[in-house]
DNA sequence: CGGCATACG
DNA sequence: CGTA
DNA sequence: GCCG
């Protein structure tokens, strides 16, 4: 049945999600056209009129033989299903089309077949625009015809456009290729929630990888020591798996501050003045420079306590404690716990059977610790989240967290037009592949974000994309007794699956994670969501620390009068703490 | 020796 | 306690 | 476990 094959997706770091605003890496800007088809072009897809799979498509052809890039600006290329000048005005402003070529997708197909860019004259999408698509195509045959009036050939110096919420205007991937495209006329959006354009760099010259705090640390993905972090990192998972939390801390911290040290280490003379790096742990790193390993952490690897443990709090639900107690219990394969927890083997859970899951309520203090009464009882919710194992445990490729992102923004947009997203999380962080999709969204008018969680769950509930709800639930503003203020933030925790209509779909169930922030919080939303947890935690213990200040996803506030502050951008939120700006590429202060 | 992020269910 |  |  669910045969379909999962894309291999072999060139990824691609086009960055509608409105998020992950880079690739700063290391490398490769600029390899081999492999590829055609010469490192920037091609614009306009989504509008394009069904998800066509979208898919497109994109990955671009990727593979030639570039895709975000905004229309930027490319030397649109394609498009469009044909009437007024449809594609509402996605593209004619100021800007008149400096492309604008051409249908089959110019695209055609082209990689040929192996190079064909002319355009067979290929213009709008008759309007005919001319200027000839002038600008990047067959190189009409280039000399230089004669132009406008053409700065380089991108043109980007006016601030009225830019618009024109976030994937594509129909659900439900419907098939027609468009009847509903919710016309586009809601303004203010440029403070859009991100930046062009995007903010990194100083990384004014950082201070000595720093004791994280949000001042630029950390990359994988760093030169990443196998020293790995070591100190198994540790870590050792402590907290045994419920020492506050050694767990120590090797978090430390492990965090080599990852942003940006020099291999070869002496530990290089180390010992790093912040967070004691006595213990510089002994261990003395361990490791001289043999290779730290042998606390081998020894670790190879015990089954360790292995058992860490198997069991991988399941949604089980932590440390869960996962003593029924290691203590004499549990050690998934298997017991099948059994245990009363689980049919032979797929259970499977098909698509609607389920709601509600948190199981904490046992009282009184009576926890008699292991007693509930043993295998109870918990048929850990029944659920033993069925879910398998898929949650798979990566999700970046390409696929963008393929969710469109087909979840098509849906809200249907319900609500105007709303702004970020995807964050790892993926936001540059990550390749994700353990879960994370997105936040706001909409400019305030008083349309109420409600809007549960409505757009109810919605992809209804279309089978989400199969459980694990969470539902809002925050509330900082006042103590709140009045006439209603809750600014809402939150679902649920999984989800592509439609059978995707081309991404191979039947594999995955985590998504909704927030829905009031505008005025929509930005340190995004900081709180986008992480990693250490550089979140230290952003919070700074705004303690030095400003007097409590941060938390919902805002920020003055500790001693209260007092509420509303920074209008990401940008604005660093400032306000005297940060320097760290984009979220170098926000990987976890391994 | 106290603090280590913070909130919700 | 478990999750973000 | 580490810091002030």
Redesign the pocket.
């Known amino acids: 049945m669910p045969f379909k094959r999962p894309r291999p997706n072999p060139t990824q770091g691609g086009p960055n999600s509608e409105s998020s605003s992950s880079r690739p890496l700063p290391a490398k800007q490769t600029k390899t056209s081999t492999a590829k088809g055609l010469p490192d072009m920037k091609i614009y897809i306009v989504q509008a009129k394009l069904d998800a799979e066509s979208i898919a498509t497109l994109t990955g052809l671009a990727e593979r033989h030639s570039g895709v890039c975000r905004n229309a600006e930027d490319a030397e290329v649109l394609i498009t299903a469009v044909s009437m000048r007024r449809r594609l005005e509402r996605h593209v402003p004619w100021e800007i089309a008149k400096t492309k070529a604008v051409v249908t997708p089959q110019w695209l197909r055609d082209s990689i077949e040929h192996g190079g860019p064909l002319p355009c004259d067979d290929y213009v999408a709008i008759g309007d625009l005919h001319e200027t698509t000839v002038q600008h195509c990047p067959d190189c045959n009409c280039k000399p015809c230089g004669c132009s009036d406008d053409s700065p050939s380089p991108t043109p110096p980007t006016s601030p456009r009225p830019r618009t919420a024109e976030l994937s205007s594509s129909p659900t991937s439900l419907s098939a290729a027609s468009v009847p495209e509903p919710a016309e006329r586009a809601v303004y959006v203010p440029e403070n929630l859009l991100p930046p354009d062009p995007p903010i760099p990194t100083k990384l010259e004014t950082l201070d990888y000595t720093s ?1 705090y994280a949000c001042q640390r630029p950390a990359p993905l994988v760093c030169v020591n990443q196998s020293l972090v790995r070591e100190l990192d198994t540790i870590r998972h050792s402590r907290w798996l045994e ?1 020492e939390d ?2 767990a ?3 978090e ?2 492990a965090s501050v080599i990852k942003a040290y940006p020099h291999k280490i070869r002496s530990l003379a290089q180390v010992v003045k790093l ?8 002994g261990l790193i003395e361990q490791y420079l001289n043999t290779g390993t730290i042998l606390e952490a081998e020894t670790i690897k190879g015990s089954e306590r360790f292995q058992t443990l860490s198997l069991f ?1 991988s ?9 003593r107690r029924l290691y203590d219990l004499n549990l050690r394969t998934l298997e017991d716990l099948e059994i245990y927890y009363g689980v049919e083997r032979d797929d259970v859970g499977r098909q698509s059977q609607i389920v709601e899951v ?2 199981k309520p ?1 046992h009282p203090r009184w009576m926890r610790g008699q292991r007693a009464a509930d043993d295998g009882l109870g918990d048929s919710w850990i029944r659920v989240a033993l069925g879910l194992r398998e898929d949650l445990a798979k990566r999700i490729p970046r390409a696929e967290v963008e393929e969710m992102g469109r087909v979840v923004i098509t849906e809200l947009n249907d319900l609500k037009p105007g709303c702004v997203s970020t995807i964050v999380g790892g993926y936001r962080r540059g990550k390749r592949e994700s353990n ?1 999709v ?1 997105i936040v969204f706001t909409h400019p008018d305030a008083s349309k974000v109420k409600g809007l969680c549960k409505s757009l769950v109810r919605r992809l509930h209804e279309r089978g994309m989400v199969t459980h709800v694990m ?1 539902l ?4 503003t900082h006042d103590p007794l709140r009045l006439h203020h209603w809750d600014n933030l809402e939150k679902a ?1 649920t999984v989800f699956i592509l439609p059978p209509t995707s081309p991404f779909y191979d039947g594999t169930r995955r ?1 998504l ?1 909704l927030i829905f922030a009031s505008p005025e919080v929509y930005w340190t939303a995004v900081i709180g ?1 986008t992480g990693s ?1 250490m550089f ?3 952003i ?2 700074w705004a ?1 620390d030095k400003l007097g200040m ?3 996803s919902s805002g920020i506030t003055r500790r001693y009068d209260s007092k509420e502050f509303y920074p209008k951008t990401e940008k604005e939120v660093f400032e306000l703490f005297g940060l320097q700006w760290v984009d979220p590429t170098w926000r990987n202060a976890d391994l």
């Open positions: 004791r419920g506050r050694s801390l120590s090797y911290r430390a912040p967070f790096i004691g006595t213990k742990i510089g709090a399941i949604y639900g089980i932590g440390p404690s869960t996962a509600e948190e904490q879960d994370d969470h639930s809002s925050f509330h925790l985590r994670d969501w947890i979140q935690r230290d919070r213990q303690k409590k941060f938390d």
